[in-house]
């Protein structure tokens, strides 16, 4: 017990100088487009950004750029260590931009997608503005290196970045927005071991993939866990699978979902800004034999939030049902 309390002590202690760091002048404003109160940052990098800046970092890849949100995520003492050791945007943009040509402007907090990725690239991955003998050669490697825990090993996660054939913005995928999933809880969850299961969810959209924590012996367990994942220009639906974790054999699957997202994206997008308007349902997602919905999902404006709760009837399996509740955070606002 005494070892756990060390540990959450020093993890407090951890957090409590992240959020002091954040409050240093050089960080109240995005490292990459100088708009206010950054809330979003790039853990490997060692800089704040906002949120129009972060989905650019995120196409980038985590091997060049990991992000996090500063209040939503969960960081690791050595995710905050980095941030630290790096000294926040003014440390960071004395290496990054020390060599931007005369004459240069950067993007600012309203620049387009397009001049905000240019300069993202240039900046991280091209290494266009490094002092030419900090700038990384191309190894020919196609292995994404692992994260750098210290300031010192910053400019070689961008390695991998140079090893690409492909010309710089082919295979660039772009983002719209973020989708924020809170998976609320399973009920009559399937059994998978001798009496019970230990389950957890993976939500996947693209490439991408993000997962709960495991709940140890409960057919009806209660997460209350946020998830974050970037919305692409051109998205497919949200994959929802249930997994029995198992630790000496494969995990076994519970039960899968596809969630359609157009409703919610579609509605939101057409009412614009959402701050404008009062309390109101502005779209919805009907059930149909052809998905997993137990009732009809509302697409509403909640406090100036664009959300959608819904009850999934998870399918391929003997029984389960998952509770979700979802928020559309657009770029673009």
Known sequence: MSNLSADFRRHESAKSRLKDLLLQ???????????????????NIGVFICLKCS????SLGTHISKVLSITLDEWSDDEIDAMIEVGGNG????IYEAFIPVGY???GPSASHEDRSRFIRSKYELQEFLKPSLRIV?????????EPSYFEEIVDSFRSSNSSKKSPQEGMV?????L??????GTNLAVRDMKSSDPFITLTLGQQTAKTTVIKSNLNPVWNEELMLSVPQEYGPLKLQVFDHDIISANDLMGEAEIDLQPMITSAMAF???KMFENMQIGKWLKSDDNALIDDSAVVIVDGMVKQEMSLKLQNVESGEVYLELEWMPLDQ
Request: glycine content about 8%; overall charge positive.
């Open 174 to 178: 772009e983002f719209m927005g973020l």
């Open 138 to 146: 191309s190894n020919n490697s196609s292995k994404e290196p692992e």
């Open 25 to 43: 002048k050089d960080n109240q404003a995005c490292a990459d487009c100088g708009a206010p109160d950054p809330k979003w940052a790039s853990a």
């Open 91 to 94: 440390s960071a943009n004395a």
């Open 55 to 58: 989905g650019v970092h995120r």
């Open 180 to 185: 924020k999933v809170k998976v609320i809880k």
């Open 272 to 274: 614009g800004d959402a």
């Open 105 to 107: 402007t950067k993007p």
